[in-house]
Each structure stands twice: as structure tokens, then as C-alpha cells.
């Protein structure tokens, strides 16, 4: 072997402590064998160490994990904003009616449970009234003049083109009343590609109501 292939075929150790890294992914623990199982179906050595590189590369979002970056997303959202608190009778505890949340997609799909876990973590009302579809937004809205916040949870933004077509949508159909009634709209999500990042910053900038990034 030259000292490419061997240096690149000494990965035990590695493997071992890239799976330790990791904890539970959906509730299972990833394993040596796993790994070794996965790397096994590449030629080489060299061709292995070059894939395990990009395993090193990846990160997996743990609810725990989740749960802390919603906390992090609702400190951001609350700058600037004058909050209306009210109190639950049932368990003493205070809840933000004024925020509304939503996510560009269907509440029945992945996106409702972020949004369900986004309002426990951060105190924010779970009625019907602040957690909706998209296309009931506009409603809302008008409906309910103390809304100072609308902010979608995302997963994730990949190439940012389904944010950008749906801001667009939501300023055609309620961008003036956004607009006129101050709320502001916070895009969030849990993790995301800069570039995509930056393709939503950009389109942003042509809307007529005041838009946040924030991944």
C-alpha cells in the first residue's frame, strides 16, 4: 500500500468516536457496524476516507437540540416588540397572545410540530387563534388588531425557493395590511443552507412590510 491508502485505511478509532459524537437518531443509537457497513460499499480505502469525511461532516438534531434553538429563535423574535401578557387561570402560567405562528405548508404535515413545540417552549398561546394555516393568515389578522408578530418555523431552509414563493404570496395577499398594522414577520428555521439563506435575504428586500431571517 502507498501512504495515501494507508493512512486512509486506519479508521477504526475515528469511527468509533464520530458514532459517540452522534447520540440517538430516531431513537436508535448509530453504530460502528453501521458505518463500516456503509463505508464497505466503496472500492477503496482512499474512497472511504473521503466519504467518512463527509460523515463527519454531518449533524443530527436531537429534540433537546430542537427545543433549544425554538428558545433562541423566540429571543429574537421578542426584540423590539411590546408583549401582551395573559394569565392562564388553570396553571397560573402567562401566555403571549399577540404572536401569531404559521409555516409555509399544510399544519397536517412535519411543520405543525415544530409550531406546537415553539409555543410550550416559549409561553405563546396554542388556540386556534395564533397557530394557523397559511391561508388563513390574512383573517387573523385583520381580525385581531394586537398581533404584533407573525413568525413562520421552518425545519429548514435548503435552496430558500419555497420561502421566497411564499412571502410573495403572503404579500399579495395581506402585504398592505401587514404592512399598515406594523407586525412583524419573522422567517425562521431550525438549520439551513447559506446560500439559500441568502437567496430569501435578497428577495426580502422587494417586499413592502418589514421581513426577518433568522436560522
Same mark, same amino acid.
Given at each position: ?54 460523515? /463527519?461532516?454531518? +449533524?443530527?438534531? !436531537? ?5 433549544? =434553538? ?7 423574535? @421578542? &426584540? ?42 416559549? /409561553?405563546?398561546? +396554542?388556540?386556534? !387563534? ?5 391561508? =388563513? ?7 385581531? @388588531? &394586537? ?69
Amino acid at each position: 500500500l502507498n501512504q495515501r491508502e494507508s493512512q486512509a485505511l486506519d479508521l477504526e478509532s475515528e469511527i468509533t468516536t464520530l458514532c459517540n459524537s452522534w447520540g440517538l437518531y430516531r431513537g436508535a443509537t448509530v453504530t460502528t457496524i453501521h458505518v463500516r457497513s456503509w463505508l464497505d460499499q466503496f472500492e477503496n480505502n482512499t474512497e472511504k476516507r473521503l466519504m467518512f469525511s463527509l460523515l /463527519k461532516n454531518i +449533524r443530527f438534531y !436531537s429534540e433537546v437540540k430542537i427545543r433549544e =434553538k425554538l428558545q433562541v429563535i423566540h429571543n429574537h423574535v @421578542k &426584540r423590539g416588540l411590546v408583549q401582551e401578557i395573559k394569565q392562564v387561570k388553570a396553571d397560573y402560567e402567562r401566555v403571549n397572545k399577540n404572536i401569531l405562528l404559521s409555516a409555509f405548508g399544510q399544519l397536517s404535515k412535519s411543520g405543525a410540530s415544530y409550531l406546537r413545540m415553539y409555543a410550550t417552549e416559549n /409561553k405563546i398561546s +396554542r388556540a386556534s !387563534s395564533n397557530i394557523v394555516d397559511f391561508d =388563513k393568515i390574512h383573517s387573523v389578522i385583520k381580525k385581531n @388588531k &394586537r398581533i404584533t408578530a407573525l413568525v413562520f418555523v421552518e425545519d429548514i431552509i435548503a435552496s430558500g425557493g419555497t420561502a421566497t414563493e411564499m412571502l410573495q404570496s403572503l404579500s399579495q395577499s395581506c402585504g398592505e395590511l401587514l404592512a399598515s398594522q406594523r407586525v412583524k414577520v419573522v422567517v425562521s428555521a431550525i438549520c439551513g443552507f447559506q446560500e439559500g439563506i441568502e437567496y430569501v435575504e435578497s428577495a426580502i428586500k422587494e417586499l413592502p412590510f418589514l421581513v426577518e431571517v433568522y436560522v
